[in-house]
Each structure stands twice: as structure tokens, then as C-alpha cells.
Nanobody, 119 residues
């Protein structure tokens, strides 16, 4: 059974940085897409970034381009989201997700980690 466990959230001042981690287990992820999404209070969940485990291609939401970087460590089965120049609008619960490359939607989700950016 696939498990995704996020960590690294917390409280940070505007302009600061945080690194989120997502430890994946339960199967081989070599043909998976790993992604991060977030959900702010009263808003719908939105895509943040994704990485192809096999090709290492990445994609980002326009709102985080140039500030966030997604990366992965195959040996540790862990995906990271390095967040810099954080803004109060980045405040949300951040979720790690995984899907097979052939699947259109994410099948597996972590429990989420809270990121709060104070002004």
C-alpha cells in the first residue's frame, strides 16, 4: 500500500524559506509523477508543482515559478519542495501526491502539512 508522509511545514515570516519533504513507500515509484498541491482556508485545492520520477521533468504553477523548486531523491524515495521568498498568500496546507504516469489524476495523497507565512 502506498504511503506518503509529508514533513517540514511550519510558521515563517514573509520573505523566508521552508523545505517540505514527502517520503514515499509501498511500491516502486520509477514510473510515477510526484506532485505538491495546496489548499488555503475557504479555497479549493490547487496544483503547486510536479516532477516526473523517470524523466525528472518538472512543472510549476505560475504563482510559484521562480520561488519554489521541486526535486527528488531516488535513493530515499523522497520528494522535496524548496520554497523561497514566501508570501502570506502561500499560507495553506500542502499535500504530497502520487500517480502513475498513465493515470490522469493523482491516486495517492499524504495527510498534509501546514505552512503559515506571517506578514
Amino acid at each position: 500500500q502506498v504511503q506518503l508522509v509529508e514533513s517540514g511545514g511550519g510558521l515563517v515570516q514573509a520573505g523566508g524559506s521552508l523545505r517540505l519533504s514527502c517520503a514515499a513507500s509501498g511500491r516502486t515509484f520509477s514510473t510515477f509523477i510526484m506532485g505538491w498541491s495546496r489548499q488555503a482556508p475557504g479555497k479549493e485545492r490547487e496544483f503547486v508543482a510536479a516532477i516526473s520520477w523517470s524523466g525528472r521533468t518538472t512543472s510549476y504553477a505560475d504563482s510559484v515559478k521562480g520561488r519554489f523548486t521541486i526535486s527528488g531523491d531516488n535513493a530515499k524515495n523522497t520528494v522535496y519542495l524548496q520554497m523561497t521568498s514566501l508570501k502570506p498568500d502561500d499560507t495553506a496546507v500542502y499535500y504530497c501526491a502520487a500517480r502513475s504516469e498513465e493515470r490522469p489524476k493523482y491516486d495517492y495523497w499524504g495527510q498534509g502539512t501546514q505552512v503559515t507565512v506571517s506578514s
